[in-house]
């Protein structure tokens, strides 16, 4: 079959190099001029690193075994992180149980409930059970109000701001399990992986091999409008491209493909409008000197213009990067102003958050910044969520749909995206 594949992230790539892999021809088109998507890739000294933050988990299965597949196991290696939280203009270790033992900010009695929350997410199974009830609810009746409003509550509003209060216990619950996951059987180590050369590196690999398989992918190539024809095919206008394919797989926002495909279908396309998202600021600073001895900082604190402060070299090594390499993450509405700022304006706002958190961080350790900006970079996880989740299969013939949003009740990262991806390929193979 001739099949089209609309994104070339990591759950488009992993799905056609699925669909070339049983001999099918398989036609990429990807909106930027880079392949990857959220695991694309840019260059800090003479080392390639994820544009966006990432790691895997031990518990990280599918993109483990890819990792493999790929003859990219010697790239990979597994780290024990250091962690903390910013609260109350301080920073606190947080990286073990015995660190929330001794966590000041909160009442012994809450650390104590706060503890066997997380160590509860962890064996408990059934995501359903949260559906119905908002993160706020179950924190409280599981941690206490005094945990909600030090820690959660800022956090919360930090990831999903005006939607805040409408979050589903399901994505908290997410979250704590998949913490508990990365320790394995010791609750006190934790490790994660990263991949020489970035994550990207993956991606690579499998572009390599769809095309050498008879595939096409084509960068800079944004599609405008996806049409049904009479005879079962599709159309597809692109920015330098118009073509005919069998079959077709859209792997971005939902809300984009109700915008793009023409057809008599309105109930199905309002259906994909509901989805609603959260976009993110991703701003990577080079730094001459560490920030701090942590790889992960959440602040738990409002008033600061970022959620994350991530010092990816406490983790991985000064590698070839020739600095210290921080993320300073940021969640907000497309509609915020500070999404579409100036990225002066952002670096300005930035920085100064930078210096409240670290009041020795001055310009001159700025050696570079990169600025990456995601519109689609994470679903809102409302009550009753599992409901909203449109199909794979769609209800045009031949069209199928592969997004973050399918993903539920996992949360975003990698190898949920691998799982998709081997997930929408083995569906459209088996409707061949």
């Not at 910013?86 to 909160?106: E, G, M, W």
Request: aromatic share 10%; with cysteine.
């Amino acid at each position: 079959m001739n099949i089209a594949i609309i994104g070339a992230g990591l759950t488009g790539m992993t799905a056609g190099l699925r669909l070339s892999q049983k001999g099918n021809k398989v036609t990429i088109y990807e909106k930027e001029n880079y392949l990857g998507g959220l695991a694309s890739s840019v260059h800090v000294g003479s080392e390639a690193i994820d544009r966006f933050y990432h790691h895997i988990f031990l518990s990280d299965l599918e993109v483990l075994t890819l990792i493999d597949e790929l003859g990219l196991k010697d790239r990979l290696n597994w780290y024990k992180p250091k962690n903390a939280i910013y609260i109350d203009n301080s920073i606190h270790p947080f990286t073990s149980p015995f660190d929330l033992l001794c966590f000041k900010p909160l009442s012994f009695i809450s650390r104590i409930r706060m503890g066997i929350m997380v160590l509860a997410s962890k064996f408990n199974k059934d995501y359903l059970s949260f559906e119905t009830i908002t993160a706020k609810e179950w924190i409280i009746k599981n941690s206490g109000r005094e945990a909600w409003q030090k820690v959660w509550e800022p956090l919360i509003k930090s990831k999903f701001d005006i939607d805040s209060e409408r979050i589903s216990g399901t994505w908290i619950w997410n979250k704590l399990k998949l913490r508990g996951s990365s320790r394995g059987k010791n609750l006190n180590k934790e490790m994660l992986g990263y991949l020489d050369g970035a994550f990207n590196k993956i991606v690579e690999k499998m572009a390599e091999r769809i095309i050498q398989s008879g595939g096409n992918i084509l960068l800079d190539n944004e599609v405008t409008t996806i049409i049904k024809n009479e005879s079962g095919s599709f159309d597809i206008v692109s920015k330098n491209l118009n073509a005919n394919y069998d079959q077709i797989l859209f792997t971005s926002s939902p809300n984009l493909l109700s915008d793009i495909f023409q057809g008599p279908y309105n109930n199905y396309k309002e259906s994909l409008s509901r989805i609603r998202y959260k976009a993110n600021i991703c701003v990577l600073l080079e730094l001459s000197q560490s920030l701090s001895p942590y790889y992960w900082i959440t602040v738990a604190q409002e008033g600061l213009p970022f959620v994350l402060i991530i010092e990816h070299t406490n983790l991985v090594g000064l590698k070839n990067y020739n600095s210290h390499v921080v993320y300073l993450s940021r969640y907000l509405d497309i509609s915020d102003p500070l999404y579409s700022a100036s990225d002066d304006d952002i670096i300005n706002e930035f920085a100064d958050g930078l210096k409240k958190v670290f009041p020795g961080v001055n310009r001159q350790m700025i050696k570079n910044i990169t600025i990456s900006r995601a519109p689609f970079a994470q679903p809102v996880i409302t009550l009753g969520y599992s409901k909203t989740i449109p199909d794979i299969i769609s209800p045009v013939k031949g069209l199928y749909l592969a997004s973050m949003s399918q993903i539920y009740p996992e949360d975003r990262g990698l190898n949920y995206a691998v799982r998709l991806g081997q997930k929408v390929a083995n569906e459209i193979l088996g409707n061949l």
